[in-house]
């Protein structure tokens, strides 16, 4: 049996209410309670409605005003006009892996239904903008994120960043919440015990045709950064088989193509009917901002020379900032 419990946190610029305790989100003080919310977060049964919904292969079901999905043994998730969120948790079920899809998935899901532009990546702050380090899962992107927290840059968000066009279609970064999410070998490159953080993942690795059993950690961010700022680039980060780091500018419709397919859980965007707006949108940014690949090597720790080479890129392109 879960504890539930209601009370206002902040994410993305929006006020949620939950029935489920987020601390890895902003409480909102008690002076500001009056604030109506905008999103609820509740727990209720929806076995019976996901039985009408889903199909034999149960892959997620999704609609112009709706997302629904099924992870077993853990909960049934429906995300609705991008003002609620409903949790059905199985029984026996974790908070711990439930928050794993709420603040991932769930948290993508509401993002495109409020037409926040949900890039899977970590955002930080430099000189008063906010640099996008976007790339597949285990490209890297949250031990860059986190060599730039440890060079003092504060970080906006981990994992998904919210993207949004201002009345003069400039691209502003919102605030996510001080929670990263790291693996033990990451926290082992920077010199940090595990003991203090809560294991939130247990995974495993291929490597060299042997198997390796792999934890994430969920860590707060001391380094953070509350406050909307302009983008003001976009790195695409990658691995390959190399010795050195390779930097390419990226050009002209490739820029669309690179937002697209960084685009966190873009599967729900067709049968959201929400094309049109992506397009519209990711055109915007690609036009708006430099854009950038960064390829490094399958082995070794380079996130501190990543971070040197992204800060000397941006202070190329920006000489008079």
Not at 103 to 115: D, E, F, N, P
Request: glycine share 6%; charged share 20%; hydrophobic share 40%.
């Amino acid at each position: 049996m879960l504890t539930t419990t209601q009370k206002l946190y902040k994410a993305y610029g929006i006020i949620f209410k939950s029935d489920l305790p987020l601390p890895e989100l902003l409480e909102i003080d008690a002076v500001e309670k009056s604030i109506v919310p905008e999103v609820i977060v509740k727990v209720e049964d929806l076995t019976k409605q996901w039985k009408e919904w889903s199909s034999p292969t149960e892959e997620p079901v999704v609609g112009k005003n709706f997302i629904m999905f099924n992870r077993r043994n853990i909960a049934i998730f429906l995300i609705q006009n991008g003002t609620q969120i409903a949790i059905s948790p199985y029984p026996g079920s974790d908070l711990t892996k439930i928050k794993l899809f709420l603040l991932s998935t769930c948290m993508a899901g509401l993002l495109l239904q409020r037409k926040i532009l949900p890039l899977h990546g970590s955002a930080v702050a430099i000189e008063g903008k906010v640099y996008a380090i976007v790339g597949k899962s285990g490209a890297g992107k949250s031990t860059l994120a986190k060599a730039f927290s440890d060079m003092g840059y504060p970080l906006l968000s981990d994992d998904i960043i919210g993207v949004t066009l201002d009345e003069d279609n400039t691209p502003t970064v919102l605030p996510s919440f001080p929670f990263q999410r790291l693996w033990q070998e990451t926290l082992n490159e920077f010199g940090l015990e595990t003991e203090p953080f809560e294991p939130i993942y247990n995974g495993k690795l291929i490597k060299n045709d042997s198997v390796i059993e792999r934890t994430k950690f969920g860590i707060p961010i001391n380094n953070y950064f509350n406050s909307t700022l302009p983008l003001g680039g976009i790195f695409e980060l990658s691995k390959f088989d190399s010795e050195s780091i390779v930097e390419e500018p990226i050009h002209n419709l490739n820029k669309v193509r690179t937002l697209y397919y960084h685009t966190f859980r873009r599967s729900f965007i067709p049968d959201s009917g929400l094309m049109d707006w992506h397009f519209s949108t990711t055109t915007k940014v690609a036009n708006e901002v430099n854009m950038f690949q960064l390829k490094r090597p399958q082995n070794g720790f380079t996130a501190n020379k990543l971070a040197q080479l992204i800060i000397k890129t941006i202070k190329k392109e920006n000489p008079h900032d």
